[in-house]
């Protein structure tokens, strides 16, 4: 059976992609989503096993240890990782799979998944960016500046990344990533590493 595709959606933070990557799953309901393990409380409504296993350190700890993690990363305070069983289990079942990610992550799946589809979810302009950290305005100078520098330097790291697309109104977003996901299927390799082998039988089977 031919592998899924591994998509990573991922960009500096603020960016939107929780809610881009949401409205895309109403939207492609065949395309899996990678449920992430983290040491954050659950938010208001969300719920274990849907929107993120919720684990103790301990039992964070004892994943990284037991190499059941792909790739995980530390985000204000707590820890985020994605099981890697799902990962390969849906890749090896041929169904498409998504990870919803930070970009240090994003970066350390790159390593061991150079053939997944990276695409970086962009601001509509650092300008608007500089709006939204700033805009809240419960913060000191000092932390909008760092905020600021860590957006800039997120923003650097689009040289790793396959796609940009960006987030001026989700609709379009969702509609930029579903055109690249159709275009991945799509592309030459594919069909080359797919089908040769049966087009080698046939004309085998031809020969007899
Ligand atoms: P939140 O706490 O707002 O749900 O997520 C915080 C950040 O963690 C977001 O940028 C989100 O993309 C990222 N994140 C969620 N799951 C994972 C994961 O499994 N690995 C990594 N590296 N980042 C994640």
Request: hydrophobic share 40%; glycine share 6%; proline share 4%.
């Amino acid at each position: 059976m031919n592998k899924g595709l591994l998509f990573v959606l991922s960009g500096p933070s603020g960016v939107g992609k929780g809610t881009v990557c949401a409205a895309l799953r109403k939207r492609l309901p065949d395309l899996i989503y990678s449920v992430s393990a983290t040491t954050r409380s659950p938010r208001e409504g969300e719920q274990d096993g849907v929107n993120y296993f919720f684990k103790s350190r301990e039992q964070f700890q004892e994943m990284i240890e037991r190499d059941a993690l792909l790739e995980y990363a530390q985000y204000v305070g707590n820890y985020y990782g994605t099981p890697r069983d799902f990962v390969e289990k849906t890749l090896s079942e041929g169904k498409d799979i998504i990870l919803e990610i930070e970009v240090q992550g994003a970066l350390k799946v790159k390593e061991k998944f150079p053939e997944g589809v990276f695409i970086f979810l962009m601001p509509p302009s650092l300008n608007e960016l500089k709006t939204r950290i700033t805009g809240r305005g419960t913060e000191s100078q000092t932390v909008i500046d760092h905020r600021l520098s860590m957006a800039q330097e997120e923003i650097n790291l689009l040289y790793h990344y396959d796609y940009a697309v960006v987030n001026d109104q989700i609709e379009l977003a969702c509609d930029r990533i579903s055109a690249i996901i159709t275009a991945e299927h799509c592309k030459r390799e594919r069909f080359l590493h797919e089908l040769l082998p049966d087009i080698d039988a046939v004309a085998a089977a031809d020969n007899v």
